[in-house]
């Protein structure tokens, strides 16, 4: 709980190898304020359909694996990206997030790495604005409004590209080498225990943003039923947005990385250890293992 309102991580999954990277931070001490993680099933790979399993009766005072109301929508697999795309499905759960005096946050499962203060910041931030905001983005580290943010500011360099604001601007969100010397910044940044250089102001914007780490209210959700589309990103950030006539929130000081979107995902995985230095971080930092 947190100032009378109950806190619910929600999880699209399970890709087993970036789960057990964000998981450890979702059942530590970082999470203190979290009463609940929700993993939802959103794949029908074998192998990591019995990963969940595990996971969630070993830890299950916490997690708890959800279904949705439909099938898992198959997409064809996709060599360019490396990956099958099940994003279709994760549209049936939202309206599961309808519940009062709770504050949902709904994270990707490719999340690899959490500030300590991620989850009170980011609560913090929704709560003093969420009569004005339709929901709340976090500073997530590794999209392109970040990144220009951070070139802007200076903290992080151009010379392997230089970022739009564009939600899908083709340097930061499809370029690996990019992604690459984004991380390799960041963990640097890490090192040297300077990650809050990466910290911004905090502003409202409308238009087509991405909603990998945000947090909403249930009683905002439920003026709609939590009906959202298969294209739950355009719906949320655009069509719904406007129709209830709120803009959306990034609150820069709710900082939290992301690993890679489809496009760079083939690079980091093949021909970096970045994923693994991550794992490695995630271990030392909570004591936890999944």
Not at 52 to 57: E, G, N, P, R
Not at 117 to 123: E, G, H, Q, R, T
Request: charged share 25%; aromatic share 10%.
């Amino acid at each position: 709980m947190y100032k009378d309102r109950r806190v619910v991580v929600c999880v699209p999954c399970g890709r087993k190898k970036y789960l057990r990277v964000l998981l450890p931070f979702l059942l530590s001490e970082r999470a203190k304020i979290v009463d609940e993680v929700q993993l939802w099933i959103n794949t029908d790979v074998t192998e990591d359909l019995q990963y969940l399993k595990t996971v969630s009766d070993q830890f299950a005072n916490k997690l708890r694996r959800v279904v949705n109301d439909g099938q898992i929508v198959r997409a064809a697999y996709d060599a360019a990206r490396s990956n099958f795309i099940f994003a279709d499905s994760i549209c049936f759960f939202y309206k599961k997030t309808v519940e009062p005096d709770t504050i949902y946050i709904k994270l990707d499962d490719d999340m690899c790495w959490i500030h300590p203060d991620f989850f009170v910041n980011l609560c913090d931030d929704l709560i003093a604005n969420e009569d004005r905001c339709f929901f709340v983005s976090a500073n997530v580290m590794n999209i392109a409004t970040s990144s220009k943010i951070y070139q802007d500011m200076g903290v992080v360099g151009t010379e392997a590209g230089i970022c739009t604001s564009d939600a899908r601007c083709p340097i930061g969100c499809i370029d690996g080498k990019f992604a690459k010397y984004l991380h390799e910044r960041f963990l640097e940044l890490h090192a040297n225990d300077e990650v809050e250089k990466l910290y911004f102001e905090s502003y409202e914007a409308t238009g087509r943003h991405r909603i990998g780490a945000i947090a909403y209210t249930g009683e905002t959700f439920a003026k709609f039923g939590g009906h959202v589309s298969a294209a739950d990103e355009k719906d949320l950030t655009q069509i719904i947005a406007r129709r209830l006539g709120l803009p959306m929130r990034t609150c820069g000081n709710a900082l939290i990385c992301h690993f890679a979107s489809a496009h760079q995902r083939a690079l980091l995985e093949d021909e970096t250890d970045i994923l693994d230095r991550y794992l490695k971080i995630a271990t030392i930092e909570t004591g936890i293992t999944c």
